[in-house]
Structure formats: structure tokens, C-alpha cells
């Protein structure tokens, strides 16, 4: 099943992050691959997708 960004809010509007809090999904950030690089302060850090489906963060 496929969840839409819209669903993702319908579904966390009585729980979840604060409506001013930005909600970023993370096979978009990955381009629909497993694996992203953030920016942070000049320092560059690896976002990974796990087979599981879990995130995994590394600097």
C-alpha cells in the first residue's frame, strides 16, 4: 500500500509532529532510492532506507 503525503497528514492530525513542523518523506529525499545526503553546518551526513525499512542516520 502506497501512503500519500496526504493521507500521512488526515491520519496524524490528532497526533504527530506540530502542524508548524515540516514533515519531509524520506523516498522523496532519496529520490526513490535508498540513500540521501543532508547538509548540516558544512558537515555532510548519510541518510539510508534498510531493507526493514528503518532509517539510518550517519555523519
Known amino acids: 500500500m502506497t501512503r ?3 493521507d500521512f497528514h488526515r491520519e496524524s ?3 504527530g509532529p ?3 513542523t515540516p514533515v519531509h ?3 522523496t529525499l532519496t529520490a526513490g532510492g535508498s540513500t540521501a545526503f543532508i ?3 558544512g558537515q555532510q551526513y548519510t541518510l539510508r532506507i534498510t ?3 528503518k532509517l539510518i ?3
Request: without cysteine.
Open 4 to 6: 500519500h503525503t496526504t
Open 51 to 53: 531493507r526493514q525499512g
Open 39 to 41: 547538509l548540516l553546518n
Open 57 to 59: 542516520l550517519t555523519k
Open 25 to 27: 518523506v524520506a523516498e
Open 13 to 15: 492530525a490528532s497526533y
Open 18 to 20: 506540530p502542524a508548524s
